[in-house]
């Protein structure tokens, strides 16, 4: 790699080195992605998803474009290589590709709305002499009405 110079971008993913360590995100991307979907002038969000929101079949809920819609999702998933913030949120809209409804294109223009407000994250690896790598997650299916079928419960 040395003869081609230092590594900036690399499968889409931006990469800055420097003295504390690298920095891994897709900021570029992440704009474009804005702009393609008409977000980029909208009202950024504080999270990509209210808490609050169950999103199911819905059945009152008009049909919208699936074609639209699924190339939201898809390039949300491309986006998931760096962005592990919108990894679930993405996953749960995906769930509705076939049949996408006027509520799951709202929850996907929420994941960008918040998108635009922190187009900056991405993965931070320090230089240090003890590395270790640390993953936290927050699995609660009992309130998932999808997942939580699948698993067996005992009495």
């Known amino acids: 790699m040395s003869m081609m110079g230092e590594l900036k971008f690399f499968l889409g993913l931006q990469i800055v080195q420097s003295e504390e360590g690298i920095k891994i995100h897709q900021k570029k991307y992440t704009k474009e992605l804005l702009q393609k979907f008409k977000i980029a002038d909208a009202k950024p969000m504080k999270?990509?998803?209210?808490?609050?929101?169950?999103?199911?079949?819905?059945?009152?809920?008009?049909?919208?474009?699936?074609?639209?819609?699924?190339?939201m999702v898809g390039s949300l998933l491309y986006l998931t290589m760096s962005r592990p913030d919108i990894m679930f949120n993405v996953y749960i809209c995906a769930r509705f590709q076939v049949r996408p409804k006027e509520v799951h294109l709202q929850a996907v223009k929420?994941?960008?709305?918040?998108?635009?407000?922190?187009?900056?994250?991405?993965?931070?690896?320090?230089?240090?002499?003890?590395?270790?790598?640390?993953?936290?997650?927050?699995?609660?299916?009992?309130?998932?009405?999808?997942?939580?079928?699948?698993?067996p419960t005992t009495s």
């Open 47 to 71: 999270t990509p998803m209210h808490p609050s929101t169950t999103l199911g079949l819905d059945e009152e809920s008009p049909y919208v474009d699936s074609t639209m819609y699924q190339g």
């Open 110 to 151: 929420r994941i960008l709305r918040y998108l635009k407000g922190t187009p900056n994250l991405g993965f931070n690896f320090y230089r240090s002499q003890n590395f270790s790598l640390l993953g936290y997650c927050d699995a609660d299916y009992v309130r998932d009405k999808w997942e939580r079928n699948y698993f």
